[in-house]
């Protein structure tokens, strides 16, 4: 598979685009307000929005990096589909109705309902920009990776028309085009991944197992590739990434920002449970086509497949059409189109929560600028986003697996938004300090151990100096089991110390608001 324009593949791919774009012009009639920019109004489906939920998680480093990880390693890229398979079951037991019920355009709304709108607003920005900037890194590596296989131009530039085409959604069309969008990427990625397995099934072996055996023996891992471990040093670094995969959603707040699109909190329960079954299954079948990829291609597709494995299912395809011809150029436009989908459908809801924590958590609630401007500010915000992350992705190269990056991301949300979030809400002697000190502790300890962890250091340490070691000061390569409980630590520190007395009473109200709605989505109430 070399890289080279691809007619069949810019043809299927401009349909697709061209469809959402479409959608977008539409959705651009009907956004007139803040409400409709920020949150389509309310007025999504529980199934439509489970469905753009989906669409909005599964990401390009679920398409390439989970196929990615299986193949080069097995069972550790089964472990990363396995937990996140898991994700939203977490959301629906603890957070989604009641987050519906508490919050208004973003996930601080349901904090200020509670603890003093002002500082929580300024902390919960400043986790969303940074848990933002990482995911979308893992987006526009993809973007320049695959606009490499699309039309064979430079990575660089690739990532530009990634960031272009991203941002055209966001400005034009806002939550509603972002919907649409994330819709028909999800229905458009299950019916690729669909395809392709049923093709594995009949090129290669009807029988799963029979698949997996063959993958075993290709792998050069012996029976090591069905055991954890291959890529991670050591027991407590799987365990680490399964915690921060299973705990991401509950602190992503593009993610979050989602059941604020529905208009109660049914259709909010409604929306995860269709998220859960279409991210399950998708999980479950693209780490198959991983293993897949190894049967089919052995050691040698390790060349194919890239340094961090991102190009192990395009090739797969290639494989599956038979290595040349229309059908494999076929099969591969398939694959690029929907990964492009992905890539946008992802960028346009991270760039859309970035955005709306700048305009309306900053600008409107904290600075008490007219709400009317929101609009504008956001928009400005996502080109002000984007442009900071384009030269990032272009300083950090394409090598690095989109997992990875996307993992880090998660991790961070975890930390600095999962803490804050479930004490804000089971807590009675929460306050406003804490969750201060909570989101800074979990943000600032989760970056400084990633820096300072396997996946950063070796790369930092010759770039600070000649004399620094490039063994990791610190083991783990997601440090979620520090970060985490110093998120918990400092809650209740933060909250110990304060010497608040008022928020004790609002505890009861809270608890009211997020079961049955009352007082909901009034700027009044969010804003004292």
Known sequence: ??????????????????????????????????????????????????????????????????????????????????????????????????????????????????????????????????????????????????????????????????????????????????????????????????????????????????IVEQAVQQSGYGERYLASGNSFGGAWNIVSMAVAVTLSAVGLPHVLMRFFTVPDAVQARKSAIWAISLIGGFNVLIAFLGLAARAALGREGEAVAGKGGNLALPALTVWLGGGDGFMADLLLALVVAVSIATLLAVSAGLVISASSAVAHDLWSMTFHRPEQDEMKVGRIAAVSLVIVTVAITLIIGGAQNVTFLATLATTTAASANFPVLIMTLLWRRMRTLGAVVGALSGLSTSLALIVTGPLVWPSLAPFLSDSLSTSAPFPLAFPILFSVPAGFLGCIIGSLISREKSEDAKFDELQVRAITGAGLNTKETLAH
């Open 1 to 210: 598979m070399s890289n080279g324009f691809n007619t069949t593949a810019v043809i299927v791919t401009a349909l697709l685009l061209g469809t959402t774009l479409v959608a977008t012009y539409f959705a651009s009639r009907r956004t007139r307000t803040s409400a409709e920019f920020w949150t389509a109004g309310g007025g999504i489906s529980g199934r439509k929005n489970g469905v753009a939920i989906a669409g909005d998680f599964l990401s390009s480093s679920s398409l390439l990096g989970y196929a990615g990880l299986a193949y080069m390693f097995g069972m550790d890229g089964i472990i990363y589909a396995i937990f996140a398979c898991g994700i939203f079951l977490m959301v629906l037991f603890l957070i989604a109705e009641k987050l519906r019920n508490l919050g208004r355009f973003t996930f601080a709304d349901a904090l200020a309902t509670r603890l003093r709108s002002g500082p929580v607003r300024v902390v919960s920005a400043i986790s969303t920009l940074f848990i933002c900037i990482f995911y979308l890194l893992a987006q526009l590596v993809t973007g320049g990776v695959l606009m490499e296989v699309l039309a064979g131009i430079d990575f660089s530039w690739g990532v530009v028309v990634a960031a272009v085409l991203m941002l055209s959604y966001v400005l034009f069309g806002g939550m509603l085009a972002t919907t649409w969008l994330q819709v028909i990427k999800a229905l458009s990625l299950m019916a690729v991944v669909a395809l392709l397995v049923i093709l594995v099934l009949i090129r290669i072996d009807p029988n799963p197992l029979a």
